[in-house]
């Protein structure tokens, strides 16, 4: 149903007169073992984690995907002969989400599935990494490899050129990631922790921030403000997954499979947590290259790895008979993050039977001492575009970074007492939460850096997105434009020491229009144990709007003549001119969103052009613009 807000634009005449390469094969350490990194979570930690997730539950395909299927026409037909329509990118997937898991799983759509897709040989996936013996496998997985594919994809933009060569600009940097949940050790992370960081930060660029990770430099977190800033916006809109539920054998038609099969059709690319150290290889394939026949059940490497394609007629040699035997055929290519010349692999990648993710093999005189390969994918969903609604610049001191959490909150301006206040990254031991409780009792000697990894104070100033926490508290009333709302970043020093943390200035920037409001208080605020707040009143320019599907009214003072608003009621965004559909009832104009949805995080301009009359002939003196921000679901990782 469509949602309806209100603007009341006065007619009046009287008010009209005053109206005023080389970075694959690089090894930064000398080294013949490879780093791996997934830390390992338990089954009930990785159960409390999908818990909080949307589960995917339908995959529609886009116009990416119905390019690899034969077409009559440039049309395709169901099997009932009905015209199947290309989803918008960034709106293919369908979610059951946590608390709503009774409400029964949705019927499959129409998609149609070509043999074989290979998205690592598309210009929106990255040149093969190395991450050497860095223990940064998530960072590379879920950021190089998957973030900067999925957001290609979504953004019409390139990861490599035709020639191979790195589109530096438009890949997500590992290092980042690594550096803000590896608690300042060559150590394995958390799975969980990367994904709050990706949500909670974004993640920046390799041109802008190295991917290169050292041994020095694993400890040191990004200082560079306009670094992070620009993390912000390749933020995705969600991660999602899917388990296999399945007790028999894995093959091409596999509800589990086929899902994967359609996120790769639409040109997207998933993570899997598994244990590359127990894979059996073969080059017993059909083309030579390397294969997984199978995993141990010996939890050997944990690992995270990239699903970059399929190809239904691949043979993988499951039972190593050279013989192509009923259920080895059918296969995912899979991405690694050992460069391009490692052992076992061929140019970077491998394949892996369909058969091997499951725990029971449907090949005769397979090994029996096996498990299942990985059961469950993630998935992140791009945004097309992304602009957070305010930002807030918060300049600190410490020389123990591990201490410092943040929280940011909003109220109205008639109040102290904020109306929500969050963590930054959702109460996640990571950066800026009080990162050293994770590692806090393993090496307490990592409590003693500062922001890149030596004794002494430092002074930084990090941008924080506010937009969770308007989302949390406005997503289901929004709010109009111009609108005043008191902002509060809370610094707490949660660790009981002698040392403290000093909060300095804050500056809240709303990147829509420039505006910069400083907070009135100037002093500086020294948390020892404690916490420290300031505040911002700010005037929130855009309407914020609070469904991507809700319509707009405006009111007017006088009825308006239907034949003057087409082409003087429009929408801009992006340079783009985009005439919706109005409709006028008396005095008010309805106005239904662009292409059936507005996109969320983002602004839009609305057009009131001096064309529009009342019935009694007046008309507006000068254009009036209105910006409009409108918000995506606020949810919770």
Same mark, same amino acid.
Request: charged share 20%; with cysteine.
């Given at each position: ?13 009287v ?5 005023a390469?080389?970075?694959a ?23 409390e984690?999908?818990a909080k ?12 995907a119905l ?12 099997n ?6 290309a989803e ?12 709503d898991?009774?409400s029964?799983s ?16 598309s ?17 590379? &997985?879920? !950021?190089? =490899? ?9 953004? #019409?933009t390139? /990861?490599? @050129?035709?020639? $191979? ?46 991917y ?8 040191e ?5 306009d ?10 809109r ?16 596999t509800p ?9 059709s ?8 598994t ?10 394939? &059909?083309? !030579?290259? =390397? ?5 141990k059940?010996?939890e050997? #490497?944990?690992h /995270?790895? @990239?699903?970059? $394609?399929?190809?239904?007629?691949f ?18 290519k899979?991405?690694?993050?050992w ?13 892996m ?7 029971e ?7 029996k ?8 994918y993630y998935f992140?969903e ?38 929500e ?10 950066a ?21 990894? $030596? ?8 941008p ?7 989302k ?17 970043i ?11 943390i ?5 500056t809240?920037?709303?990147p829509i ?13 020294v ?5 420290v ?18 319509d ?27 005439y ?7 005095n ?14 983002t ?35």
């Amino acid at each position: 149903m469509k949602r309806n807000v209100l603007f009341i634009i006065l007619m009046l005449s009287v008010l009209f007169q005053n109206s005023a390469f080389i970075f694959a094969e690089e090894i930064t350490d000398e080294t013949t073992e490879f780093g791996t990194g997934l830390a390992d979570m338990s089954d009930e930690q990785w159960a409390e984690f999908n818990a909080k997730l949307p589960l995917i539950v339908d995959v529609k395909p886009n116009e990416i995907a119905l390019s690899r299927v034969e077409n009559t026409e440039n049309q395709l037909f169901s099997n009932s002969d009905e015209e199947i329509i290309a989803e918008k990118i960034g709106s293919e997937v369908s979610y059951v989400y946590p608390g709503d898991m009774s409400s029964g799983s949705i019927a499959s759509s129409e998609f149609p599935l070509s043999d074989a897709v290979d998205v690592s040989q598309s210009l929106t996936f990255p040149p093969i990494g190395n991450q050497g013996s860095i223990n940064s496998c998530v960072a590379w &997985s879920l !950021g190089y =490899y998957q973030l900067t594919n999925n957001n290609c994809v979504a953004r #019409g933009t390139k /990861a490599k @050129t035709s020639s $191979g060569a790195a589109v530096k600009e438009n890949i997500m940097s590992p290092r980042f990631i690594y550096s803000l949940v590896n608690g300042g050790k060559n150590v394995g992370t958390y799975y969980d922790e990367a994904c709050a960081a990706i949500m909670s930060y974004g993640c920046p660029n390799i041109k802008s921030y190295s991917y290169n990770i050292t041994k020095s430099n694993l400890k040191e977190w990004c200082i560079n403000t306009d670094v992070w800033n620009s993390a912000i916006y390749n933020k995705p809109r969600r991660i999602s997954y899917e388990s296999n539920n399945s007790t028999e054998p894995i093959t091409a038609t596999t509800p589990f499979v086929i899902n994967i099969k359609r996120l790769l059709s639409n040109g997207y690319v998933v993570t899997v947590p598994t244990f590359v150290k127990s894979f059996v290889y073969t080059t017993n394939t &059909s083309t !030579g290259a =390397y294969g997984c026949r199978y995993m141990k059940n010996t939890e050997l #490497g944990a690992h /995270a790895m @990239t699903i970059v $394609g399929y190809d239904d007629e691949f043979w993988v040699d499951v039972n190593n008979n050279k013989k192509k035997d009923n259920g080895e055929i059918g296969a995912f290519k899979i991405a690694n993050s050992w460069g391009a010349s490692a052992s076992n692999y061929t140019n970077g990648y491998l394949w892996m039977s369909y058969d091997a993710i499951g725990s029971e093999s449907a090949v005769s005189n397979a090994p029996k001492s096996r498990a299942a390969a990985f059961d469950t994918y993630y998935f992140i969903e791009p945004e097309t575009e992304y602009t957070p609604l305010l930002v807030a610049n918060v300049k600190m001191t410490t020389k123990k970074r591990n201490q410092v959490a943040v929280k940011v909150g909003i109220s109205n301006t008639d109040t102290t007492t904020p109306d929500e206040l969050i963590s930054v990254v959702n109460n996640y031991n990571i950066a800026f939460n009080n990162a050293s409780q994770s590692w806090v009792s393993e090496d307490t000697t990592i409590l003693d850096k500062n922001f890149t990894g $030596g004794t002494s104070n430092q002074t930084v100033t990090i941008p924080f997105d506010l937009t969770p926490v308007i989302k949390k508290a406005y997503d289901s009333v929004g709010f109009t434009e111009k609108t005043s709302k008191r902002l509060y970043i809370e610094v707490t020093d949660a660790v009981n020491n002698n040392d403290n943390i000093t909060l300095k200035d804050v500056t809240i920037v709303e990147p829509i229009t420039g505006k910069t409001i400083a907070s009135s208080n100037t002093s500086d605020l020294v948390a020892i144990n404690n916490s420290v707040t300031k505040t911002v009143d700010f005037e929130i320019t855009p309407f914020v709007g609070y469904d991507e599907n809700q319509d707009i009214t405006l009111v007017f003072n006088n009825n308006i003549q239907a034949s003057t608003v087409a082409n003087n009621i429009y929408l801009s965004k992006d340079d783009n001119i985009i005439y919706p559909k109005c409709d006028v009832i008396d005095n008010r104009v309805i106005i239904s969103p662009p292409t059936n949805e507005y996109t969320t995080d983002t602004d839009y301009e609305l057009h009131i052009g001096t064309g529009v009359k009342s019935k009694g002939g007046n008309s507006m003196q000068s254009e009036r613009i209105i910006l409009i921000y409108i918000l995506d679901e606020y949810y919770v990782y």
